[in-house]
């Protein structure tokens, strides 16, 4: 009888195997094709599925994690929530040692997935004892059985994207795919795609994504780590205020930033145009592609691949709130046609 139903035995088999889907009206005034490939198709909603699920397989494989052990990292954000749902289903424990500022909803739902969430002071440095760094090192220290997954200085958050966004893309354009675009945080995502990609076809332009305030576009023209680059900043997940080792910078041709107001229109105009609910960074990479088409980066023959990283019901207390942009000022430069569209 088993055989005959059609089912999945758990969600770990939908991680992946996200679909392209084309850009139409946003990019009606730019030469090229565009296509999206929308991660928020992950069961958890968001790319960071991928390296959740690689790396602690890759743990299995090498015979560090048994069931009942404990994985533990230092997020609030996406890859915690795809951490403790693969814990959920692989019989593991999920410890998440989050920052104070972290929203009550992202800790709820972290906790609603089984994870044990560790809140440490966010206003103390990295080298502080309470920091969420120095608490996930020593719970790591004290947990028998226990990984660290450390994503920014992780080299199999690379492979994770090498062995599948990468080769998906290929597959999915039939070798046709002209530039790749994606925001970079960790950067595994990126590095590892570019590496598959520019290992089928060298030529393949690396379009990189980074935020005013941060550090990487800075790095990877000069190789030199700039503090002066970093200030606070809206974007979540995108741009860092130091240099991970999960990014690949020689893979990547060129960064772009992105400003906070562009992107989170951008973010909401990807929503109205094309239908697709998506989160604050790939309202970035679009911005992104804006500029990169201003600058002549594309022609009718270039087929553009774009990273979605996330889903927009994310991001519903921010860049979707009306009074959350209002409190930004992102509506200030609007001109007063469109504010009388906007409703408060
Ligand atoms: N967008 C969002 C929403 C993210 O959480 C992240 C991860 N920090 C990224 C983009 C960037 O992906 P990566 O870490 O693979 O560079």
Not at 56 to 70: S, V, Y
Not at 110 to 134: F, I, Q, T, W
Request: charged share 25%.
């Amino acid at each position: 009888m088993k055989e005959d139903i059609k089912a999945h035995d758990n969600v770990l088999s939908l991680i992946g195997n996200t679909p392209l889907i084309r850009l139409n009206k946003i990019t009606e005034s730019l030469p090229g094709n565009f296509y999206a490939k929308v991660e928020a198709f992950n069961p958890g909603h968001s790319t960071k599925d991928r390296i959740a699920l690689y790396i602690i397989e890759e743990a299995e494989r090498q015979g560090i994690l048994t069931p009942g052990d404990t994985i533990i990292e230092t997020t609030s954000g996406n890859t915690g929530f795809s951490l403790a749902m693969v814990s959920i289903i692989k019989g593991y424990s999920c410890i998440l040692a989050v920052s104070s500022k972290s929203s009550k909803d992202k800790i709820d739902m972290l906790r609603s997935l089984g994870a044990k969430v560790y809140v440490c002071p966010a206003h103390v440095s990295a080298d502080d004892e309470r920091s969420y760094y120095n608490v996930a090192k020593r719970l790591h220290e004290e947990t028998k059985g226990s990984i660290y997954i450390n994503q920014y200085f992780n080299q199999l958050n690379i492979d994770a994207h090498y062995k599948s966004t990468g080769p998906e893309i290929w597959e999915q354009t039939n070798g046709k795919i002209t530039h790749l675009i994606a925001c970079s945080g960790t950067g595994g995502t990126i590095s590892g795609a570019a590496k598959f990609l520019k290992e089928q076809n060298p030529n393949i332009r690396i379009l990189g994504v980074d935020a005013f305030g941060s550090v990487l576009k800075k790095y990877h023209e000069t190789k030199e780590f700039d503090a002066e680059e970093i200030y606070p900043y809206r974007i979540e997940g995108l741009g860092k205020n130091l240099i991970p080792t999960a990014t690949d910078f020689d893979s990547i041709d060129h960064f772009m930033k992105v400003t906070d107001e562009e992107s989170a229109h951008t973010t909401r105009e990807i929503a109205k145009k094309e239908g697709l609910f998506v989160g604050y960074t790939s309202g970035a990479v679009m911005q992104a592609i804006k500029q990169y088409a201003e600058e002549g980066e594309f022609n009718e023959n270039s087929n553009v691949i774009a990273i979605f990283p996330d889903h927009g019901s994310r991001y519903m207390s921010k860049v979707y709130s009306d009074d959350w942009m209002n409190e930004q000022g992102f509506f200030d430069s609007v001109n007063a046609e469109e504010v009388q569209k906007i409703e408060f």
